[in-house]
Each structure stands twice: as structure tokens, then as C-alpha cells.
């Protein structure tokens, strides 16, 4: 009767999230509240990537459900593109991936570009589902991942 309750109870849906900061600190910081918050809910795989380019060649070929970006700790020098870049080339990144992959981004940034910028704003223009200034407020940012996976999950159920 054991095994048979085993076999009908539900398991956490895998979800894998693609994070990139070239920050080892902050990247397990995040990981670990990540997991410690969601691990009941959803089986989360974390995958850390430290250049724009070895981000771009794991997501051509490994499924991703949620993107986190580190915009102003992205590595551009594993890759050519977004050289010829006229913005801020770590907001392009945040458009190729909402645009090609169509799954949401959580970007978070210590510092911002220009004077005048509303950094939420142009982040949120770019593609992102959410934005948070480092350091983080951790309950927000674990509510905007659960949000992220609950809509990802939503939409393939559907």
C-alpha cells in the first residue's frame, strides 16, 4: 500500500535556471536561497555560466526555463557578439534571450549605466520579468523566481 502511495504522489517539476554572474559569491548566495525557498516545490537544477558566450552555447543545446542575469558582472570576452552593440550590451543579452527563448529573465544590476536612467525601466524594455538592485531584497527575489517557474509551468501545461 506504501509503494502505491509513493508512485501516486506528485514530484517536484524539474526546472532548470540558467544564472549568470562572474561573481562565485553571489552566484552560490542566490543558488542557496533559491534552493533552500523552492526546493519543496520544484526540483531545481541551477547552472552557473561566468561568460556571455558559454551562456549562449549551453542554452543552444540544454533546455532553460528561467534566466538570471548579473547585468553589470556579465563577460563578454568568450564571445564576438554584441560587439557592434550600440546600447548597453548587457540589456541586448536580455533581449536575445526573451526573444529566442521566450522564457522570462530576472536581471539584477549594483550599478547602472548613464545618468538620468530609470534602470527598472530599461531593464523591464529590454525584456526582463523582473529587476533588483544589488544587494538584493532576498524574500522579493524569491517570490519573482516562483513567479517565473509557476508561469513557465503554467504555460507548458497548458
Request: aromatic share 8%.
Amino acid at each position: 500500500m506504501m509503494d502505491l502511495l509513493k508512485d501516486c504522489s506528485v514530484q517536484p517539476r524539474k526546472m532548470r535556471i540558467s544564472m549568470s554572474t562572474a561573481d562565485p559569491d553571489l552566484s552560490e548566495g542566490l543558488t542557496l536561497a533559491i534552493q533552500k525557498e523552492l526546493g519543496n516545490q520544484f526540483d531545481v537544477s541551477i547552472v552557473e555560466h561566468s561568460g556571455v558566450g558559454q551562456l549562449l552555447s549551453y542554452v543552444e543545446s540544454s533546455p532553460v526555463d528561467l534566466f538570471i542575469l548579473v547585468l553589470n558582472n556579465l563577460m563578454f570576452a568568450d564571445t564576438t557578439m554584441f560587439r557592434e552593440t550600440r546600447g548597453w550590451r548587457s540589456l541586448e543579452v536580455v533581449s536575445r534571450l526573451r526573444e529566442t527563448y521566450g522564457k522570462p529573465v530576472i536581471a539584477l544590476a549594483g550599478s547602472w549605466p548613464g545618468e538620468g536612467t530609470s534602470a527598472e525601466e530599461e531593464a523591464k524594455q529590454a525584456g526582463a520579468s523582473f529587476f533588483f538592485w544589488l544587494p538584493y531584497n532576498k524574500r522579493q527575489f524569491i517570490d519573482a523566481v516562483e513567479q517565473c517557474l509557476r508561469q513557465v509551468t503554467s504555460r507548458s501545461s497548458s
